[in-house]
């Protein structure tokens, strides 16, 4: 059930109905699972917006290839047909960044109006935000406007599976994920 929920915001009372026990208990499983470094559970960020924000968390399978194998996806064909092709890609992104990030508070930022950004990183008033695309040629599209206005990101990196880095505006820039292992994009994530 928790590969269905990848990348969804986390609602413990479908799967406390299906499995007939309380939402407690099912929380008290996903907590589990988490401290087990099976799942993340990326907290909400949120404001003193004029905007109704998601206050609940986004879960991931951690591992992509666990993932696979709970959605019964054996081949690459299989799961460039899926339907969680961008959830997947999604959380393999973002466990790569997180792998880089250095003392940064981490969260996802979406609000009910839809609005969404995968990553918010947070170190003192510094606040950047990460899009995780799987796409060849991301844009900024009208969630990015929102948070780059709403959260006063000091930056905005779209992560993608291409092979050029390239800016879409002053604060905007799509970096392949080939690049997360480089010295000069851990330095920018890490900056003080």
């Given amino acids: 059930m928790l590969a269905h929920y990848h990348g969804q915001i986390w609602n413990a009372g479908e ?23 099976m799942i993340r559970q990326l907290s909400p960020w949120y404001e003193n917006l004029r905007k109704r924000q998601v206050k609940s968390p986004k ?45 940064q508070e981490t ?4 609000t009910h109006q839809g609005a969404e950004i995968d990553l918010v990183l947070v170190r003192g008033n510094r606040k950047l935000g990460i899009e995780c695309k799987r796409a060849d040629a991301p844009q900024i599209n009208k969630s990015i406007r929102i948070a780059l206005k709403d959260l006063d990101l000091e930056h905005l990196f779209i992560i993608y599976p291409g092979n050029t880095r390239f800016p879409l505006s002053d604060n905007v820039t799509v970096v392949p994920i080939s690049d997360l292992a480089s010295r000069e994009f851990s330095q920018e994530l890490n900056a003080s």
Wanted: aromatic share 12%.
């Fill in 59 to 103: 879960v991931y399978v951690r591992d992509s290839g666990l993932l696979h194998q709970l959605l019964g996806i054996s081949e690459e064909k299989d799961l460039l047909t899926h339907p969680k092709v961008g959830a997947s890609w999604e959380g393999f992104a973002i466990e790569q960044v997180l792998s880089i990030v250095e003392n």
């Fill in 15 to 37: 799967p406390a109905r299906a499995l007939a026990i309380t939402q407690p208990t099912v929380r008290k499983y996903l907590d589990l699972l988490t401290d087990a470094f």
């Fill in 107 to 110: 969260y996802f930022w979406a």
